[in-house]
């Protein structure tokens, strides 16, 4: 199985510091954080990892390298200007995937999931990780019952930003810019989505006040030892 990492993103959210580093090299515990994102996929069994790339694409390039350090192979899939959105980005780096399921994990989430548990996911179409409601999203994203996910029911979860799709997920996707949210419903309309709940440590670093938060957390893990 590959996986891919969305970092095309501008982190409108996390300006200024964003201004001269890209999202996905800002620094968590002591270093980018989408090396903690490589270091758990290659202690998973990954070995192939594409990350797109627009928004100072360059540096994370210059900074990752082909990936040989963490024993992974890194594809780049560049975007034009302004990027292509979550199933526009995955859309385009199909052929950088290949023909069996692989893992996506958003650039601007930390997590402890257990990601070799979405090497043996039997995924058809689209399979989603869930997590508890956090503060800054108390209402949630989708419903998860009989291991299927819904966009309707209750209790709404938060989507986690990890997933496992299918190639043929995307058959009918156009070229060009576009949200894997519309997609990702009517694929639930069909129960053709299937998820889990996972209730460990999740961090959403979309804002300076979530990446403050993250950091606070690692620093007072680190200072327990």
């Not at 060009?176 to 709940?197: C, K, Y």
Request: net charge neutral.
């Amino acid at each position: 199985m590959r996986a891919m990492i969305l970092a095309a993103g501008r982190g409108e959210r996390l300006r200024p510091l964003t201004d001269q580093t890209p999202k996905p090299l800002l620094e968590v515990g002591g270093k980018p954080l989408i090396e903690h994102h490589l270091e758990k996929l290659a202690n998973a069994g990954f070995r192939e990892v594409v990350i797109n790339l627009d928004h100072l694409g360059d540096m994370i390039r210059g900074t990752l390298g082909d990936g040989s350090r963490w024993g992974l192979t890194i594809h780049y899939s560049p975007e034009p200007a302004g990027a292509l959105g979550t199933g526009g980005g995955i859309a385009r780096a199909l052929p950088l995937l290949g023909d069996a399921p692989f893992a996506i994990i958003n650039g601007d989430v930390f997590s402890h999931y257990p990601l070799a548990r979405l090497r043996a996911i039997k995924c058809d179409q689209a399979h989603l990780v869930l997590v508890p409601n956090p503060a800054h999203n108390p209402n949630g994203d989708f419903a998860l019952s009989g291991g299927y996910v819904s966009a309707e029911g209750q209790p709404l979860l938060t989507f986690s930003g990890i997933s496992v799709y299918h190639p043929r997920f995307f058959s009918a996707a156009t070229s060009g810019s576009f949200s894997v949210v519309p997609m990702l419903q009517a694929a639930m309309a069909a129960q053709s989505v299937t998820g889990e709940l996972f209730r460990g440590d999740w961090y959403d670093i979309g804002t300076i006040e979530r990446l403050d938060a993250l950091r606070g957390h690692l620093k007072q893990q680190l200072n327990q030892f």
